[in-house]
């Protein structure tokens, strides 16, 4: 009859080897993974309408974070380097070489509705509390650095106070979560910001802005019927949709819908465009969740923001007040 060998280990060398196995030491198990300390950070750029130009080109050269404690931190930004006095000699992007900063000509009017352009891609940050950030531009005066192209095809200089030099500050906080991914978007409000003081041969740029959480937004959009762009007191063109607009609001109450520069301005606004059934319509993206009125004129030209009391005629959609939903697009139609 064959027998069969058993090898016996000595029970100190089996205990070795199952504590080998286990990781070795003292605990039996591996210690836990050290926790996230850093977010990302993805940042874009949008814009609400003018009626003056058909393209508003600001040249933009780097970011600048400020935390709640410590020095700002800088950041060049994502994407191909083209100036502005490049695109309108139509030559495309290209690689920005090593060892320099990425420098991007946006055209800001492109960015409508829900349109945006990216200035910053997963950027890895320290997590927590950031107090503010500037956006660093270059717009000298008598220099087509950044530029407005009117609607008649002439070429200005857009000027930027102080934009060369401090940049464009927003002192809006936010947070970088740990572990995180975080997405906002700087919404240019045009109609506000862009205006040609007498005496002066630039253009000026005075942007004002405000920073919109992606994971919070949603819109609103709609219909304007044809005859509204008709009406005898009617100044805008009927042909291309310039000096229309749409203007959202964040009172709610019997407050009168007021004009850009009076103590009820509006938060944003949005031109109107023909789609694709023939339909006048609007887009207002990139709106807090919360309730809003909605308003549409068609002297859009002729309020100025300089000025309270132009006497512009703003009518309410009659689906007033608009709810707004985080990922959702509301419905606020003029008929």
């Known amino acids: 009859m064959r027998r069969h060998r058993t090898t016996l280990i000595p029970l100190t060398a089996a205990i070795g080897a199952l504590m080998t196995g286990c990781g070795g030491g003292g605990g039996g198990t591996a210690p836990a993974p050290a926790p996230p300390t850093t977010g990302s950070l ?34 060049a930004i994502t994407g191909d380097t083209q100036t502005c006095q490049q695109l309108l ?36 940050l320290d997590a927590g509390t950031y107090s503010g950030l500037r956006l660093k531009v270059d717009g000298e005066r008598g220099v ?6 009117l609607n008649d095809g002439g070429i200005e200089s857009l000027f930027i106070p102080s934009g060369g030099e401090s940049g464009l500050k927003l002192n809006s906080s936010f947070d970088i ?19 040609d003081p007498q005496g ?21 959009a709609g219909v304007v019927a044809p005859e509204r762009l008709s009406a005898p007191e009617c100044t805008g063109d009927i042909n291309t949709g310039g000096g229309y607009a749409v203007y959202a609001y964040t009172s709610t ?25 023939g339909d006048w319509s609007y887009t207002l993206g990139f709106l807090p969740p919360g309730d ?15 000025n309270a009391t132009d006497g512009i005629l703003i009518v309410p959609s009659v689906d007033n007040p608009v709810s707004v939903v985080d990922g959702e697009e509301a419905v606020a139609n003029f008929l």
């Not at 874009?44 to 020095?71: H, I, N, Y």
């Not at 007021?258 to 789609?275: C, H, K, M, R």
């Not at 809003?292 to 300089?306: H, I, K, L, N, P």
Request: glycine fraction near 8%; include cysteine; aromatic fraction near 4%.
């Open 144 to 149: 087509v650095d950044s530029a407005i192209e």
């Open 42 to 75: 993805s940042l874009d750029v949008t814009d609400a309408p003018v009626d003056s130009a058909s393209r508003v080109l600001v040249q933009f050269t780097g970011v600048s974070l400020q935390p709640s404690e410590g020095d700002p931190i800088e950041l």
């Open 89 to 124: 000699d139509g030559t495309p992007p290209s690689a920005t070489p090593e060892g320099e900063d990425t420098v991007r000509c946006i055209d800001l009017l492109a960015l409508q509705g829900t349109e945006s352009s990216t200035l910053l891609q997963d950027v890895e």
């Open 292 to 306: 809003y009125r909605v308003g549409f004129t068609c002297q859009a030209s002729e309020d100025d923001v300089d």
């Open 253 to 277: 109450d019997d407050t009168p819908l007021g004009e850009e520069g009076s103590d009820n301005a509006p938060l944003t606004s949005a031109s109107i465009a023909l789609n694709n059934e």
């Open 200 to 220: 002066f041969p630039d253009y000026r740029l005075r942007p004002s802005l405000r920073l919109v959480d992606l994971s919070e937004s949603g819109g609103i």
């Open 177 to 195: 979560l740990a572990g995180g991914s975080s997405r906002f978007v700087i919404d240019f409000d045009l109609r506000k910001s862009v205006n």
